[in-house]
């Protein structure tokens, strides 16, 4: 979390919202997108093999396919280097 905090910093995420990332789904520091988003990347790196169909066509509704497209290959980039830098890190 501190890297991908730091990256989120420098993109212009405002600290209130990353104290507030457990309580995503109910807090007033994010939008409906990034609700959505926020719960693929919950329900993708807890369990990458498959997405409930409801989240699916939740984010599909708010931004199409090429956005869902687009903030599934994201998610799973960060997940990938997430996982590739902990297990460097043990052995780097």
């Known amino acids: 979390m501190d890297v991908h905090g730091a990256l989120?910093?420098?993109?212009?995420?405002?600290?209130a919202s990353l104290h507030d990332l457990s309580n995503y789904a109910t807090s007033g520091n994010f939008s409906d997108v990034e609700r959505?988003?926020?719960?693929i990347?919950?329900?993708?790196?807890?369990?990458?093999?498959?997405?409930?169909e409801k989240l699916r066509a939740?984010?599909?509704?708010?931004?199409?396919?090429?956005?869902?497209?687009e903030i599934v290959a994201?998610?799973?980039?960060?997940n990938y280097l997430t996982r590739l830098h902990n297990a460097c890190a043990a052995t780097c």
Request: proline share 5%; aromatic share 8%; net charge negative.
């Open 74 to 78: 994201t998610v799973g980039l960060f």
């Open 41 to 52: 990347a919950v329900a993708l790196t807890r369990e990458p093999r498959a997405l409930p």
């Open 8 to 15: 989120a910093k420098r993109l212009g995420v405002e600290e």
């Open 58 to 69: 939740a984010f599909v509704a708010l931004c199409g396919d090429d956005g869902f497209e």
């Open 36 to 39: 959505a988003a926020l719960a």
